[in-house]
C-alpha cells in the first residue's frame, strides 16, 4: 500500500508542477504580448513624429522654394514693367504706322 501511496503523492505532485509551469506559461505569454504592445507603441510614435518633421522640413523648404520664386516673378515684372516703360512709345508709333501703312 506504500507504494500506491507513493504514487498517488508523486502524481498529485506531478500536476502541481504541471499547473504551476501552465501558470508561468502563461504569465510569460502575457509578458510577451504586452512587450509587443509596448514595442508597436513605441514604434507608431518614432513614426509619427519622423513622418511630422519630414513635413514640417518639406514645408520650410517649399515655403522657401516659393519665396525665391516669387521674388523672381516680381524681379522679372519689374524689368517687363521697365522696358514697357522705355518702348512704349515707339511700340505705339510702330504699330500705328503699319496700321496706316496698309
Known sequence: ???????LETDRLAEEKLAEA?????????????EQERFENIAREDSASYA???EAENNSRLDRELEELD???QKEFSELEAVFEKNSGRWADEIFSRITAL
Not at 501552465?22 to 504586452?34: F, G, I, P
Request: hydrophobic fraction near 55%; charged fraction near 40%; aromatic fraction near 0%.
Open 71 to 73: 521674388a523672381r516673378k
Open 22 to 34: 501552465e501558470r508561468k506559461r502563461a504569465a510569460m505569454l502575457e509578458n510577451v504580448r504586452s
Open 1 to 7: 500500500m506504500d507504494i500506491i501511496a507513493e504514487i
Open 52 to 54: 511630422a518633421a519630414l
